[in-house]
């Protein structure tokens, strides 16, 4: 299967800093990203999406960087605050109707 | 609320037994899916079902079987659970397939002693 992988499994920051989350994935032909968080004893929560037509796309304090050349996906998350202590994963699409996941990143948020 | 809905939160097996986790979504989505969250391993796909009527095997479907019953319900199937099985099981829909994001239910617990 495909391989999506992130290079930090644990981020700490301080409270208002910005987080910046990483993840390599294996398959240049993966068209379709998405970030998901998830908080502890929920499922996975749509955060941001973006497709391979674009390198950047910015939601309400977050931002996703695509980067094809190097396969790299990138969350960025400005002025991080308590409640976005969470878990966040990246897929990428596949084949066959489905995402494959990355192990995820914690993000901890220091007040 | 509009969303997917799982039950049972928790289960408790012993070896051999069998159960039944429920899915149902209220979105009207055509795709729904089956995954397994264990530690260091992210989420892995089980069984997913394109359609009403169809379904497919994903990344670890052994063990395991399924019925998309409607279009609104999903269920997973452990027909003699084993300790390998002690998992977090998450159900998920989509509209269209890998195209557009998942909703996730809220998770079911599974132990098997």
């Known amino acids: 299967g495909e391989s999506v992988g992130l290079h930090l499994p644990t981020l700490s920051v301080q409270e208002g800093d910005n987080s910046i989350i990483n993840c390599a994935y294996s398959n240049s032909a993966s068209d379709y990203f998405i970030w998901y968080k998830q908080e502890s004893g929920k499922g996975p929560q749509f955060i941001i999406d973006?497709?391979?037509?674009?390198d950047k796309r910015q939601g309400q304090r977050v931002t996703v960087l695509l980067n094809k050349t190097v396969k790299h996906l990138s969350l960025q998350i400005a002025a991080t605050q308590p409640g976005d202590s969470a878990v966040y994963f990246c897929a990428e699409s596949g084949t066959g109707n489905q995402f494959y996941f990355g192990t995820g990143t914690s993000l901890t948020v220091i007040p | 609320n509009a969303g997917v809905t799982q039950t049972p939160k928790f289960q408790v097996l012993k070896t051999g037994q069998s159960m039944t986790l429920q899915c149902a979504q209220d979105?009207?989505?055509?795709?729904m899916y089956w995954y397994r969250q264990d530690p260091g391993m992210g989420l892995r796909l089980i069984y997913y079902?394109?359609?009403?009527?169809?379904?497919d095997k994903g990344e670890v479907p052994n063990g395991y079987n399924v019925s998309r019953l409607n279009k609104r319900e999903f269920s997973l199937r452990l027909e003699s659970a084993a300790p390998s099985q002690t998992s977090v099981y998450f159900c998920?829909?989509?509209?269209?397939?890998?195209?557009?994001?998942?909703?996730f239910g809220s998770g079911t617990r599974l132990t098997v002693v």
């Open positions: 998920a829909s989509s509209s269209d397939g890998a195209n557009y994001g998942y909703t």
């Open positions: 079902s394109a359609s009403e009527g169809t379904t």
């Open positions: 979105m009207n989505h055509n795709s």
């Open positions: 973006i497709r391979s037509n674009m």
